[in-house]
């Protein structure tokens, strides 16, 4: 059997539109990861899906969805260097932008939390 997906449900004149919880949280994903500063995801702990080989693109993201819109949770890695406010500021913006663009949904928040700071190795001189 496959995994119970949640789905978000949109009726319109034509019909239904269900939009997998999944897909919010990759467009999630994207907008963070296209964040200047933003060095990856944090999610926690490995899951299984990992652990055998397959990577979880949206490990870090967290989506709750009721009647008045949606709450988004994700986990970011700061690159050094940067100020960690302006950055999850930066992150809380994209994200809400693209998701509510694609999606049509409210975005009721976003919580950035911080997962650890990167450092970029030294490029070797030629």
Known sequence: M???????????????????EDVLAVIS???ALEVEG???L???????VELLGKKNMTRGVNIE????????ELGIMIKYGYTIQEVARA???AVATNVES?????????????????????KKAE
């Open 38 to 40: 933003v060095s990856g």
């Open 42 to 48: 944090h999610g926690g702990n490995r899951d299984i």
């Open 29 to 31: 994903t994207a907008a």
């Open 91 to 93: 992150v809380q913006d």
């Open 65 to 72: 969805v009721d009647e008045d819109g949606v709450q988004i």
């Open 2 to 20: 496959g995994e119970k997906k949640e789905y978000v449900s949109q009726n319109d004149e034509l019909g239904n539109i269900h939009i997998a």
């Open 102 to 122: 694609m999606s049509s949904l409210t975005v009721k928040s976003v919580n950035v939390n911080i997962g650890g700071i990167t450092f970029e190795k030294a």
